[in-house]
C-alpha cells in the first residue's frame, strides 16, 4: 500500500462547477496534511494546510480532514480554467519526512 | 523576504561528471528537503537534513548521491558520476521546523532541471 494516494485523473470539471480531488493516507500518526498546486514545468506552490478534523476554508478551496478515515480532500469552488494544474497531496507524520502522493490532474474546460 | 532560492535553474552534465545543486532556504528556515521528479511523475522524497545534520535519507540511493547543509551557507545536492537516469528536475522545499504540527509547512524553490547528455 502507497503511503499517499490519489486518482491520478484526469478529473474534468466544467468552469463554475465544483472540482472534488480525494487523497488517502497509511500512516495513523500524521499530524499534518497539505494541498500544493504544480503547473506543467513548475514548482509545487503550497495553497492549503490542514492539522485537525474538519473543514478548513480559504477563499474558493476547502480543506476536508477525516482522521478516521485517513482521508483528506480539496474542494475548489467555482472552477476556472486556470484553476487546471496537478494537485498533491502531502502528508507529514509526527516529525517525519513531507511524503507527497503522485498527483490528480485537473482539467476545467470552459 | 526572498522565497527559496535553487541554483542552477538548468544544468547539462556529461555522463560521468559530478552535477552539484545549491539550495538556499527561506529566511528563518532551518529544514531542508530534497525531491526528485521524472515527468509525468509525482515527488519522490530524497533526503531531509536540518543545520549540519542528516535527519531522514531513506530516498537516497546507495551510491553515487550525498547531501549536507553546513552552518553557514547552503544545502548541497551532490551527484557523482552521473547517468542519463539521473536527468530529472530536482525541488528542495524548506520549513521553519520539522515538528508534528505548526510552522511546518514547506515552501518550495523552482527547482534544478539536470540533463545528463
Known amino acids: 500500500q502507497k503511503e499517499v494516494e490519489q486518482n491520478s485523473g484526469p478529473l474534468s470539471v466544467p468552469e463554475g462547477a465544483i472540482a472534488s480531488l480525494n487523497c488517502t493516507y497509511s500512516?495513523?500518526?500524521?499530524?499534518?496534511f497539505f494541498w500544493y498546486r504544480q503547473y506543467s514545468g513548475k514548482s509545487p506552490e503550497l495553497i492549503m494546510s490542514i492539522y485537525s478534523n474538519g473543514d478548513k476554508e480559504d477563499g474558493r478551496f476547502t480543506a476536508q480532514l477525516n482522521k478516521a478515515s485517513q482521508y483528506v480532500s480539496l474542494l475548489i469552488r467555482d472552477s476556472q480554467p486556470s484553476d487546471s494544474a496537478t494537485y498533491l497531496c502531502a502528508v507529514k507524520p509526527n516529525t517525519d519526512k513531507l511524503i507527497f502522493g503522485t498527483g490528480t490532474r485537473l482539467q476545467v474546460f470552459p | 523576504n526572498a522565497g527559496v532560492m535553487q541554483n542552477p535553474r538548468h544544468l547539462v552534465r556529461r555522463r560521468g561528471q559530478e552535477a552539484r545543486l545549491r539550495c538556499s532556504p527561506m529566511?528563518?528556515?532551518?529544514?531542508v528537503y530534497w525531491y526528485r521528479q521524472l515527468p509525468e511523475e509525482g515527488l519522490k522524497f530524497m533526503v531531509y537534513?536540518?543545520?549540519?545534520?542528516?535527519?531522514?535519507e531513506s530516498g537516497m540511493p546507495k551510491e553515487r548521491f550525498s547531501a549536507e547543509f553546513p552552518k553557514e551557507g547552503p544545502s548541497i545536492l551532490r551527484i557523482q558520476q552521473v547517468v542519463r537516469g539521473d536527468s530529472a528536475a530536482y525541488f528542495c522545499?524548506?520549513?521553519?521546523?520539522?515538528?508534528?504540527?505548526?510552522?511546518?509547512?514547506?515552501?518550495f524553490g523552482q527547482g534544478t532541471r539536470l540533463t545528463v547528455v
Open positions: 537534513l536540518q543545520k549540519e545534520n542528516i535527519i531522514d
Open positions: 522545499a524548506s520549513s521553519v521546523t520539522g515538528g508534528a504540527i505548526g510552522n511546518t509547512e514547506a515552501f
Open positions: 529566511k528563518g528556515h532551518s529544514h
Open positions: 500512516d495513523r500518526v500524521s499530524q499534518s
